[in-house]
């Protein structure tokens, strides 16, 4: 490759307009060309071009995901706090409020567990589709 690059001596000059500069560059980032060079060379010598494509419906589910994974730490890192609360209260008044507290966040975990599965699931027949 290195060697392919010392034998590049010539250089030709295009000018473009910055609506042309800005098309050629977003082409170029939905390729697997490492450089706007690298594209234009593709072009030129009609060589095949990857492209890649992204569905926007994915990049939306991977949104709400990552969402609900943060939901979930963040419950979880509750839920952690309450069970070390239970464990170290010495009276039966602070256990029971604990215990409630303990209940509520149970439930919102699971319920936030059960939407991740949804949204893979929906995820998971996309793909699969």
């Known amino acids: ?33 490492r450089s706007i060079n690298d594209y234009v060379r593709h072009c030129l010598f009609s060589k095949p071009i990857t492209t890649i494509t992204r ?39 602070d256990i029971k409020g604990l215990l409630l507290l303990f209940d509520s966040q149970r439930k919102a975990m699971f319920s936030k567990i059960n939407e991740v599965k949804e949204q893979l699931q929906k995820l998971a027949e996309k793909w699969l589709q």
Do not use: P, W
Request: proline residues 0%; positive net charge; hydrophobic residues 30%.
């Open 55 to 93: 569905d926007a419906s994915s990049d939306e589910a991977i949104t709400q995901i990552s969402h609900l994974n943060h939901e979930l730490n963040t419950i979880g890192s509750n839920f952690n706090q309450l069970v070390r609360k239970v464990n170290a209260a010495s009276q039966a008044a």
């Open 1 to 33: 490759m290195e060697t392919e690059n010392n034998n590049r001596k010539r250089r030709i000059y295009v000018r473009l307009t910055d609506k042309e500069f800005i098309t050629l560059e977003s082409r170029c980032k939905n390729t697997t060309c």
